[in-house]
């Protein structure tokens, strides 16, 4: 190519230096293309001694010379730009005084807003204060209502853990007071059903809840009662229960004639003849004649509606259809609570308000009842649960005949007149009240 070139003598124009520079004799033969263009050109142009250098790849580029002003435009030039910058200086002083504006504003804004709600929460805050203060009776019932609802559901949270454990690991497994709220939570359900039911209905919730706090022993339970109602209901339902002692007793002298010729029919007449004068037998007495109560016409499949009927009363257990069903449950109840207080370490570790209502629950009434008398009527009622198998039930759901039938604090409540149980009240009740 170099010697075609050099015999046609043609000039090298962009094309040729393309195709050199892309040839793959690479850079060599490029820079002596451009040195024989340069060495022609130097031969036509007279006065050219030093042909410009071609910089390398590798050298730096230089720096372009400062283009030549004409005199006087530099410094209209530098007065242009200064007032160019004065110009801008204004509207960006201008802004930043709006933002400082408008950031002042907004604290005084947050401030006032601060304020505001800090007054606002310290008027809600002391707002039932206040009412209390106008509407004292008002407030009282508020309270009530409020703290009965919130301990109703706490109990039931905890009965439907306690009965996820006796599914689990049996009814055994439970304590004291497990085993009491498991058998007092399904009456407390089941009375505050209607009022809940009919408290969700459009416009008829309204006048539920007033209506049940005028009639708060039949339309609500004992989380909605104050100190003194519940002193008042406790006792009228007790009082109630003792009126089916004089029946349930009836009917067992009714049917000792059926079993003359049973082998303890000398001893269980002495017992009832005892419970018949005014006293009552011992534990040693009882547990002599438990075989009775295995046996018709005393175990619980022989005993006649009438008798079931009173029995169920006496003992406030469930009313449904299956009343034989509710007292052996109720039975077994108490007898695993007898079992559960010997676990826990005897009735010396209960308090008095605990021994108080387990001598309710089985029925004697403690009030007045110094702490060690109700021990010791406890003792002798557990001593008879001890030796008490599922044939012996129905000896065990006459306990309270045989054992407080008539105990004196029972007699002043049917005879004497006795109004109110001594008992203290709890610190929830005396929030309440």
Known sequence: MIVVLRLTRVPLNAHHENTLRRSCLGNALWLHATSSKYAETEKQIPGLTNPPRIPSAMEPKAESPKRMLKPGFE????????????????????????VTKIRGASKVSDNVRGYVFTRYFDYVRGYDKLLEKNFPSAMKVYRV?????????????RYLKITRIVNFKGIKSLNRQELELYMQMPRDMFKMAPTLIFSALPMVGYAVFPLA?????????????????????????FHNRLTYYLPVFRCLQEKLRYIEKHLKHKEL???????????HPTVEQLMDVKSIFTEPPYNLVS??????????????????????????????????MDQAICREGDLHNMNEKA????????GLNPSNLPKEEMISW????????ATIK???????????????YNHPNNWRVVYGGDQTFDTMPSSEDKRKH
């Open 355 to 362: 021994l108080r209502n387990a001598c309710l629950i089985r």
């Open 145 to 157: 209502f409020f703290e009965g609802v919130k301990e109703f559901f706490a109990d039931i949270k």
């Open 269 to 279: 007449s002495i017992i009832l003849g005892q419970v018949g004068s005014g006293t």
């Open 75 to 98: 410094k209209h030039t530098i007065k242009s730009l200064s007032t160019t910058e004065k110009e801008m200086e204004l509207p960006l002083k201008s802004s930043l005084d709006n």
């Open 303 to 336: 005993l006649n509606r009438k008798h079931i009927r009173m029995l169920v009363k006496m003992h406030k257990a469930s009313r449904g259809i299956f009343k034989r069903h509710s007292l052996y449950e109720h039975a077994f109840l108490l007898h695993y």
């Open 378 to 385: 406890l003792r002798d009622w557990i001593k008879v649960s």
């Open 213 to 237: 706090f005028m009639y708060p022993r039949v339309l609500l339970t004992s989380h909605f009662w104050n100190y003194r109602q519940k002193l008042e209901f406790q006792h009228m339902e």
């Open 390 to 404: 599922e044939d012996h039930l129905t000896m065990f759901l006459h306990l309270p005949i045989f054992l407080a």
